[in-house]
């Protein structure tokens, strides 16, 4: 399955990152471009559960392809969630189901500083968003 270009960027952006403070750094960086949520679309129905952090999703079909926008108080968790719609975002369902979590942050040089209970709840988000798919 060819990737997204979103996720190409991310890939090129992480692979030249020397070291994990410069990937920390750069997941800064992509959780600030994350599109604000409104204080109406952070409510408790696009609430996920299964996050230590609290972290709100929201998904839009378009013809057959699915656009989700994310995000959480916690800026550490923003990047990451940053990085996961730049793998995701504009995939079919089908395609969604395919999508390996911990391979995609393993590609990025992220998977080792993902704790498991950031990896528990990352997983929580991408299952949130094949539900929604369905």
């Not at 090129?12 to 949520?37: D, N």
């Not at 995000?71 to 730049?86: C, D, H, P, Q």
């Not at 793998?87 to 079919?92: D, F, H, I, Q, T």
């Amino acid at each position: 399955m060819s990737l997204p270009q979103a996720a190409e960027q991310a890939l090129a952006a992480f692979s030249t990152a020397a070291g994990w403070e410069a990937r920390a750094r750069l997941l800064m960086q992509w959780g600030e471009r994350l599109e604000p949520l409104t204080a109406a679309q952070c409510s408790e129905q696009n609430l996920v559960s299964g996050c230590e952090s609290q972290v709100w999703l929201l998904a839009e079909q378009h013809q057959q392809h699915w656009q989700f926008r994310a995000t959480s108080e916690a800026r550490l968790l923003r990047g990451l969630l940053a990085v996961l719609l730049a793998r995701v975002n504009g995939l079919s369902g089908a395609e969604l189901t395919k999508v390996d979590l911990l391979d995609w942050f393993a590609q990025l040089g992220l998977a080792r500083q993902l704790s498991p209970s950031r990896s528990n709840g990352l997983q929580a988000v991408l299952r949130r968003m094949q539900a929604l798919t369905q």
